[in-house]
C-alpha cells in the first residue's frame, strides 16, 4: 500500500513525511483491517512529526505511519471479530487499545489505561491506503455521517465532547473556550449542548468567524498574549483550553470565577495558582470507548458539525506546514 510515512522527526518545513510504498498490514485475532476513506490532521500530529514530543516517548517507534482520527471500509476481519463485517463503514480514534484489566479499564477509564497504545504514535496510524485496528476499539459510523469528511469526530469530537462533560457546565452559566482550532470549533457546539453561554476566545479572525459560524454566544479576538482580555478577567464558570499556548493557559486561570472549573486540553503550566480562588484546574484527554459512541450519537442527529477542507494524502507534508501556520480553519483531512 502507500502510505505517508515519517522515518525521522523534522521540521514540518523540511518534508519529513515520505509518500511510500508500505507493507499492508494483516489483521490478526481480534482485528479489523479498512480501507482507508479519510483521516483527520491532528495538531498533535503536527508535534510528533516535529519531534516536540521525543521527550515523552513518542514517537514509540520508527519508522511510524502518523493519524489518528480515522474512518474507512472494513475489508478483512481477523479471527474472533464479530461485531463488524466487510464493507461496514467504521472509525478508529486515538486509544488503539487497553489492557482490560486495570483498574482505569475496569471503571470505564480505558483511555488512561498505563498500558494504553495510541494509533498513529506507538502503532501505525491512517496517513495511508489501509489500517488495521483492534475490533473492540472500532466504531460502526451511522449511516448519515459522510465518512470523506467526519473522520475529525474520531478525535476533535470526542475530545472536544468529553472537555464540555468535565467543565460543570450548564444553563445560566457561562463558559470560555480558549482556541478554535480543530478541537475548540467543536468544543463550542459540546459546551452548548451542556447548556452554558459559550464565549470563544481566539488569536485568528478567520478562526473567530468559524466560532460564530459554530454557534458561539460571543467571540473575543485577542492578541498572542492575551493581555486585551482583562475586561472578562473573573467572569466565567468554566474555562476550557485547546490553544497549545502557555499564555493561553495563563489567561483561562485570569478568566475564571471563584470556584470555577478550567479544563486544560493542552501540555503546560499552572503559574499564579491562588488557593483562595478555590478553582477546579483539571486535565482532559481525548475520552472513553463511551464518550466516543456518545459522539456519534450526537452527530447523527446533526447536533456536531464540523469545519473539514479534504487533501490528498500526499498533501499531508503541506497540510502540516498550513496547519503549523495557522492556516487551517477547522480541520484538515487526508484522501488516500
Ligand atoms: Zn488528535
Ligand atoms: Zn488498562
Known amino acids: 500500500m502507500k502510505a505517508m510515512v515519517l522515518h525521522k522527526p523534522a521540521p514540518a518545513e523540511t518534508d519529513p513525511l515520505r509518500y511510500e510504498d508500505y507493507p499492508?498490514?494483516?489483521?490478526?485475532?481480534?482485528?479489523?483491517?479498512?480501507?482507508?476513506?479519510s483521516c483527520g490532521v491532528c495538531h498533535s500530529n503536527l508535534h510528533m512529526i516535529e519531534g516536540d514530543w521525543v521527550k515523552y516517548g513518542v514517537p514509540a517507534k520508527l519508522p511510524i505511519i502518523p493519524g489518528h482520527e480515522i474512518i474507512g471500509k472494513v475489508v478483512e476481519l481477523g479471527e474472533g471479530v464479530e461485531n463488524f463485517r466487510k464493507g461496514d463503514i467504521v472509525g478508529a480514534q486515538p486509544l488503539y487499545s487497553a489492557c482490560g484489566r486495570c483498574e482505569y479499564c475496569l471503571t470505564g477509564n480505558e483511555h488512561l489505561c498505563n498500558s494504553v497504545q495510541i494509533t498513529g504514535e506507538t502503532v501505525d496510524g491512517g496517513y495511508a491506503e489501509y489500517f488495521v485496528g483492534k475490533a473492540d476499539y472500532m466504531y460502526k459510523v451511522p449511516d448519515n455521517i459522510d465518512p470523506e469528511t467526519s473522520s475529525p469526530l474520531f478525535c476533535p469530537g470526542v475530545t472536544a465532547y468529553r472537555a464540555s462533560k468535565l467543565a460543570n457546565l450548564g444553563p445560566g452559566k457561562k463558559a470560555y473556550v480558549l482556541g478554535i482550532g480543530g478541537v475548540g470549533h467543536v468544543a463550542i457546539q459540546t459546551s452548548k449542548l451542556f447548556g452554558s453561554e459559550v464565549i470563544a476566545v481566539s488569536t485568528s479572525e478567520s478562526h473567530a468567524k468559524l466560532a460564530e459560524e459554530m454557534g458561539a454566544d460571543k467571540v473575543v479576538v485577542t492578541n498572542r498574549d492575551y493581555s486585551n482580555l482583562e475586561d472578562h478577567y473573573e467572569k466565567a464558570d468554566s474555562v476550557i483550553v485547546f490553544s497549545p499556548s502557555q499564555r493561553a493557559i495563563d489567561a483561562a486561570v485570569k478568566l475564571a470565577k471563584k470556584q470555577a472549573t478550567v479544563v486544560v486540553g493542552v501540555f503546560g503550566n499552572i503559574n499564579d495558582f491562588r488557593f483562595p480562588k478555590e478553582l477546579v484546574i483539571r486535565g482532559s484527554v481525548v475520552g472513553s470507548r463511551k464518550d466516543m459512541q456518545e459522539v456519534l450519537n450526537l452527530a447523527s442527529k446533526g447536533l456536531i458539525?464540523?469545519?473539514?477542507?479534504?487533501?490528498?494524502?500526499?498533501?499531508?507534508?503541506?497540510?502540516?506546514?498550513?496547519?503549523?501556520?495557522g492556516e487551517i480553519v477547522g480541520r484538515a483531512v487526508l484522501l488516500p
Open 305 to 325: 458539525k464540523l469545519k473539514v477542507t479534504k487533501f490528498k494524502l500526499q498533501e499531508a507534508n503541506e497540510v502540516l506546514k498550513k496547519l503549523k501556520r
Open 24 to 37: 499492508t498490514p494483516t489483521p490478526r485475532r481480534g482485528e479489523v483491517l479498512i480501507r482507508v476513506i
